[in-house]
T-cell receptor, first 115, second 116 residues
Framework: DGGITQSPKYLFRKEGQNVTLSCEQNLNHDAMYWYRQDPGQGLRLIYYSQIVNDFQKGDIAEGYSVSREKKESFPLTVTSAQKNPTAFYLC??????????????FGQGTRLTVV | KQEVTQIPAALSVPEGENLVLNCSFTDSAIYNLQWFRQDPGKGLTSLLLIQSSQREQTSGRLNASLDKSSGRSTLYIAASQPGDSATYLCAVSGRSYGGSQGNLIFGKGTKLSVKP
């Protein structure tokens, strides 16, 4: 089945630790995105990538980093510089290279909690 | 700056009722509008995509309309069922929102509860 797979489903981070969230897609989509969802707020864009080896900051990129070495994969690292990382993280993809007249598809999310 | 508002924030209806969810946006220069469904603790499921040149889209019991000039969209659900209970989100895409080309701007959602 084609789709977007995020792992792990739940992740716990200690203070000062970096953690990496995985996002893999087999939809052959060029564009991939990371969003953060907090209670009472809409989804906010962290990073996006429209092509392999290229990515751009979104609205709330501070404290996060990404890589796009393969078309299928877009991992997100939450660094110790992110002061409030507890949230629900969603990965999305679309074709051909932006949301212009194309449909966005989302993974099932990773819930990150600081302990 | 584009802002997306969804009213009401929560809605409870008896099973079988037809209902309408509302979405409004402040900048009419959008590329498309997408409706999503989100179950608790889950990701987003795409329901309908309306391109800026279209007026409506239908899928089964769902019908979404778009009035770009007035900055409004509605999602109509016919003959609601308990399985329709979820949060419904609308999102618009447009040029360079917040410095991110093609970014989706989301509303905060309407939480729907359909009682048996």
């Amino acid at each position: 089945d084609g789709g977007i797979t995020q792992s792990p489903k739940y992740l716990f981070r200690k203070e000062g630790q970096n953690v990496t969230l995985s996002c893999e897609q087999n939809l052959n989509h060029d564009a991939m995105y990371w969003y953060r969802q907090d209670p009472g707020q809409g989804l906010r864009l962290i990073y996006y990538s429209q092509i392999v080896n290229d990515f751009q900051k979104g609205d709330i990129a501070e404290g996060y980093s990404v890589s796009r070495e393969k078309k299928e994969s877009f991992p997100l690292t939450v660094t110790s510089a992110q002061k409030n990382p507890t949230a629900f993280y969603l990965c999305a993809s679309s074709r051909p290279g932006s949301f212009m007249n194309t449909e966005a598809f989302f993974g099932q999310g990773t819930r990150l909690t600081v302990v | 700056k584009q802002e997306v508002t969804q009213i009401p924030a929560a809605l409870s209806v008896p099973e079988g009722e037809n209902l309408v969810l509302n979405c409004s946006f402040t900048d009419s220069a959008i590329y498309n509008l997408q409706w999503f469904r989100q179950d608790p603790g889950k990701g987003l499921t795409s329901l309908l995509l309306i391109q800026s040149s279209q007026r409506e889209q239908t899928s089964g019991r769902l019908n979404a309309s778009l009035d770009k000039s007035s900055g409004r969209s509605t999602l109509y659900i016919a003959a609601s069922q308990p399985g329709d209970s979820a949060t419904y989100l609308c999102a618009v895409s447009g040029r360079s929102y917040g410095g991110s080309q093609g970014n989706l701007i989301f509303g905060k959602g309407t939480k729907l509860s359909v009682k048996p």
